[in-house]
């Protein structure tokens, strides 16, 4: 039988890389591409793949949100998310929400299909940069390896990280309702929630809580360029 | 006539992927890869390819450094830019660096055949994803 793969990335052209190297492996299927969080939840609900690699950089629902979510409706999806960062903060919050494989982009080529094989065998896969003292802290202790840092991110439910991601993204109360199927007020009613639980003051103030807290990625332009531009 | 052409990406997957695209045509023969400006010079001195597919952002020496050493050591290429960067001051410092085309990571799928094409035959092609309000 065929294993079969759902992938997700914004990126077609790293999504054509990627299914080039996966379908190079006999018996092993992409059976759907998705271009954003959202996308793939709906796609994995029904086509209910065995493995989902998600890229954690990904508009309108992050890769770590789109795992919680996918998660929390069957705990039996086995997930992998790809990132272009190994900090420790996104190593942890990749585990937390439930991710079985840790994979960076820059390794894909050569990691990503060890990681499929380890997940297809009830294994986990940790790209060999993430280090050791990281990984097992957390496994031991559960979550206590953060203990010392304030719980930033539980302080929000599901919904209301949604609204942040997409407000965090430039779009309007109307933009956002539209998309999650709410009424304007709903979504303002979130907004006040969301700012009045983090102490935030200002849509410029939401974006950097977003930032920094893995909810959206910033692009840098190369480094001599005349102008700076943050593509967010 | 064979058009050869050298692939510059700091993602192997990203490289994997224009592979992808590039391959359907007989005539395009993809003579090698680098990962950053630094090996994209040593390869075009040593390849002597047709065109050069160049990502903007490397590590080492990025791609606009990396077109303008291009056009000035070993003139008679052309190069083609690969990027995310949507951005209308990007592609004039692109082109002020000697490129003859510019196309974004998001639309590859649609313009990047078309582009080396055109480059190819010494056409400029540039391509953003959306119109952007000056």
């Given amino acids: 039988m065929k294993l079969r793969i759902l992938l997700?990335?914004?990126?077609?052209?790293?999504?054509?890389?990627?299914?080039?190297?996966?379908?190079?492996?006999?018996?092993?299927?992409?059976?759907?591409?998705?271009?954003?969080?959202?996308?793939?939840?709906?796609?994995?609900?029904q086509l209910k793949p065995d493995v989902v690699i998600l890229d954690i950089g990904m508009p309108n629902l992050n890769g770590l949100d789109t795992t919680r979510q996918l998660l929390q409706y069957d705990p039996q999806f086995k997930i992998i998310v790809l990132t272009i960062t190994d900090s420790d903060q996104v190593i942890r919050e990749a585990l937390d929400a439930g991710a079985r494989g840790f994979v960076l982009k820059s390794d894909a080529a050569r990691d990503l299909v060890s990681a499929v094989e380890a997940l297809q065998s009830k294994r986990m896969f940790f790209t060999p940069r993430v280090n050791d003292l990281v990984l097992r802290g957390f496994l031991d202790k559960g979550h206590a390896i953060s203990r010392n840092e304030p719980p930033s991110l539980p302080i929000l439910t599901t919904r209301e990280r949604e609204v942040t991601q997409l407000l965090a993204e430039g779009k309007s109360s109307k933009e956002v309702a539209s998309l999650l199927n709410l009424s304007?007020?709903?979504?303002?009613?979130?907004?006040?929630?969301?700012?009045?639980?983090?102490?935030?003051h200002s849509i410029r103030d939401l974006v950097v809580y977003a930032i920094k807290n893995n909810i959206i990625q910033i692009q840098m332009p190369a480094q001599p360029a005349t102008t700076q531009t943050t593509v967010v | 006539m064979t058009v050869r052409i050298l692939l510059v990406d700091d993602h192997p997957v990203v490289r994997q992927g224009l592979k992808t695209l590039l391959e359907g045509r007989s005539e395009w023969e993809i003579v090698g890869e680098a990962s950053d400006g630094i090996e994209a010079l040593e390869k075009v001195t040593s390849l002597q390819p047709d065109v050069v597919v160049l990502d903007v952002t490397m590590p080492?020496?990025?791609g606009i450094e990396a077109c303008r050493l291009i056009q000035e050591k070993t003139p008679g290429r052309e190069v083609?830019?690969?990027?995310?960067?949507?951005?209308?001051?990007?592609?004039?410092?692109?082109?002020?660096?000697g490129a003859r085309g510019y196309v974004v990571k998001s639309n590859l799928a649609r313009d990047l055949v078309e582009a080396v094409e055109a480059v190819s035959q010494h056409r400029p092609f540039t391509a953003l994803a959306r119109p952007r309000q000056s």
């Fill in chain 1, 8 to 45: 997700a990335d914004d990126h077609e052209i790293v999504r054509r890389g990627l299914c080039a190297l996966l379908q190079k492996r006999e018996g092993w299927e992409v059976c759907g591409e998705a271009s954003d969080g959202r996308e793939a939840i709906e796609m994995a609900k």
């Fill in chain 1, 184 to 200: 304007t007020k709903t979504v303002e009613t979130h907004r006040s929630n969301i700012m009045r639980k983090l102490g935030l």
């Fill in chain 2, 60 to 62: 080492r020496m990025n």
């Fill in chain 2, 80 to 97: 083609l830019f690969v990027t995310q960067h949507d951005s209308p001051q990007m592609l004039r410092e692109a082109l002020a660096a």
